[in-house]
């Protein structure tokens, strides 16, 4: 580890030692659990730890604070989207319900779905989303959001694009 790599993490590791009670005790006050602010808590410090380049910061908390609500609404948003899944599943009336293994495949898979259309505007998403999941073709997908058939062709264009990209990455 060259001294540029220990003076980051000395640096941060100060910061941890600053204020991580204080980010755990205001986490706490927004999420279901003491376990879930803390784990939000050190995903926000390895995320800085993992930065390149961290000069010192002015405002610390204000930082960190940035850092925890996109964790925590990455959080919420994987939550939302499993129970989503998970209503879904409750209310077909099919006798094969899928196994825990596929049930937790295909969560994994809807979250990568998820973080791959990440900053895409809403109607980009549920565009792809409509499409891709419900089966819906174009002229379906353009009644359902009230959107042009050419706008459907563009958002999915603008999706696929996006996907593509990050894949490759």
Not at 12 to 32: I, N
Not at 34 to 52: G, K, M, N, W, Y
Not at 91 to 112: V, W
């Amino acid at each position: 580890m060259s001294g540029a790599d220990t003076s980051h993490s000395d640096y941060v590791g100060g910061l941890f030692r600053s204020h991580y009670d204080w980010l755990c005790s205001r986490l706490h006050r927004h999420l279901d659990s003491r376990a879930h602010a803390e784990d939000i808590a050190a995903d926000t410090f390895v995320q800085l730890l993992s930065a390149p380049g961290v000069v010192p910061i002015r405002q610390p908390r204000a930082l960190l604070t940035t850092i925890a609500q996109r964790l925590m609404y990455q959080l919420w948003r994987r939550r939302d989207l499993e129970r989503a899944y998970l209503d879904a599943l409750d209310n077909e009336a099919t006798s094969t319900a899928p196994s825990p293994e596929e049930l937790a495949q295909m969560l994994e898979a809807l979250h990568a779905i998820d973080q791959l259309l990440d900053g895409l505007p809403a109607k980009v998403k549920a565009t792809f989303l409509l499409s891709q999941l419900n089966g819906l073709t174009y002229p379906e997908i353009a009644a359902e959001l009230g959107i042009s058939q050419r706008s459907v062709s563009d958002y999915m264009t603008r999706a696929f694009n996006r996907c593509l990209r990050l894949c490759l990455e």
